[in-house]
């Protein structure tokens, strides 16, 4: 049923002021796994919308292509970790690069393809409407990768050692009956000596 709407008194409305442009010479760009999308101003390009692959060429083109349009800050989104080479290249070149979560810009009017969207986002960075993530400087990062994958190789031994008993009754090897910790000098030494090939006397285990 439609609801009949009373008109209303007119009202004179205040005069929308446009949003000031920070940056100008902002570009945005859509990551993929297999594509990139990547949009400048329609004034600094007959084509201001291109996509490429991700191979490394194809990045180096990228940031080739991005210079002569007379970009120097560049916006795209954090997606896995397919940012990350694409990241390097660009800031090597001197771009500066913001690394925008996808959850701000999820529910902007007219995002209906990647094209669209990586469109947007250079407009939304030259007014300031997009927060960079924190991201620290190499080194750091390259630290912080380091513990990461250590953090991640103890939990998984972790986890095998859990099955070193279950190999070991497969076997008919019946250490936990003797010992209790595998990983304690004894019973990585024995272990040790039985994959040198050393086994004892029938019956003893």
Sequence with gaps: ????????????????????????????????????DVAVPPDR?????????TFTSDLLELGDWLKP?????V???STGVYWLPLFRILEERGFEVFL??????KHVPGRKTDVSDCQWRPFL????????SFR????????RTILRYRDNLVRLAATHVQHRPKALNQMNLQLHHVISDF???????????ILKGERPPMGVI
């Excluded at 390009?45 to 692959?53: E, G, S, T, W």
């Excluded at 960075?125 to 960079?132: I, K, M, T």
């Design 125 to 132: 960075h030259s007014v300031g409407l997009l927060r960079a």
């Design 183 to 193: 990983t304690g000098t004894t019973g990585l030494a024995i272990l040790d000596a």
């Design 75 to 77: 916006a795209m989104e």
């Design 1 to 36: 049923m439609l609801r009949i709407i009373k008109k209303r008194k007119k009202t004179r409305l205040a005069p929308v002021e446009s949003l000031p442009v920070l940056r100008p010479n902002a570009a945005g760009i859509d990551i993929g796994s297999r594509e990139i």
């Design 100 to 105: 925008v979560n996808a959850h701000p810009v």
């Design 136 to 143: 620290p400087r190499q080194a750091v990062c390259q630290v």
């Design 45 to 53: 390009d007959p084509h201001p919308v291109r996509a490429l692959l």
């Design 69 to 73: 349009c007379g970009m120097d800050t």
